[in-house]
């Protein structure tokens, strides 16, 4: 099982530009989260998707779309690039939203927008 | 949404027991108790869950008084590779985990 991945690794973009961060999980798990960790802060919530199908948002969506594509793919978009925005991305899943279920993260994605 | 506080950093010695108090005064009667721990430049990773009294895994212990207004994370004889960030979270459900800042555990030889 390779867990919780995120492509890609690093990013730069310039102020204005697009992309989609991707992310898959290979553990049949229903639930799947997007948190995006500043310098020294904790994580914090994004968008988080409770089951197929469905998404909704988290402390900090401004700026942010997400697509359930499937059950295993969860992507985060970002339209229009921000300095702010420049972070550290964690993609992370569960087997569903029960409070005794332990998250298990991907390696990250480190975001630098110019 | 229960709020947590922890100190910001703690220092130990390699062999020695590391005690991690949390603080959790307004939890709610359908919250747990989970601590995650995160090396740099990684993604965090569970430890331990608990929701009352004492829970034991093969990597910490968690002690949860009756009151449940604090918890205690004992990680045992720790090493240099147990550095790092450890986050409380007190939450009903995964939706609603918030991490604060942490506290950052250096353990020197």
């Known amino acids: 099982n390779a867990g919780v991945t995120q492509t890609p690794k690093f990013q730069v973009l310039k102020t204005g530009q697009s992309m989609t961060l991707q992310c898959a999980q290979d553990?049949?798990?229903?639930?799947m989260y997007w948190y995006r960790q500043d310098p020294g802060m904790g994580l914090r919530l994004i968008y988080y998707?409770?089951?197929?199908?469905?998404?909704d948002k988290g402390e900090v969506p401004n700026g942010y779309n997400v697509s359930r594509l499937n059950k295993r793919e969860f992507s985060l978009r970002l339209e229009s690039a921000a300095p702010s925005q420049t972070s550290v991305y964690f993609c992370?899943?569960?087997?569903?939203?029960?409070?005794?279920?332990?998250?298990?993260f991907g390696p990250g994605t480190r975001l630098t927008v110019l | 949404l229960a709020k947590t506080t922890q100190p910001i950093s703690m220092d130990s010695y390699e062999g020695q027991e590391v005690n991690i108090t949390c603080s959790h005064n307004?939890?709610?009667?359908?919250?747990?108790i989970t601590w995650y721990q995160q090396f740099p430049s990684q993604g965090p990773r569970f430890i331990i869950q608990?929701?009352?009294t004492k829970v034991t895994n093969e990597v910490a212990s968690l002690f949860i008084p009756a009151d449940r207004k604090s918890s205690t994370l004992s990680l045992p004889r720790v090493s240099l590779s147990d550095t790092a960030v450890y986050y409380c979270?007190?939450?009903?459900?995964?939706?609603?985990?918030?991490f604060g800042t942490g506290t950052r555990l250096q353990v020197f030889p």
């Open positions: 307004n939890i709610a009667t359908n919250d747990y």
């Open positions: 992370a899943s569960t087997r569903d939203r029960g409070s005794h279920n332990e998250q298990f």
């Open positions: 979270l007190v939450a009903p459900n995964t939706d609603k985990l918030i």
């Open positions: 608990g929701y009352k």
């Open positions: 998707s409770a089951s197929e199908g469905t998404t």
């Open positions: 553990m049949n798990h229903n639930s």
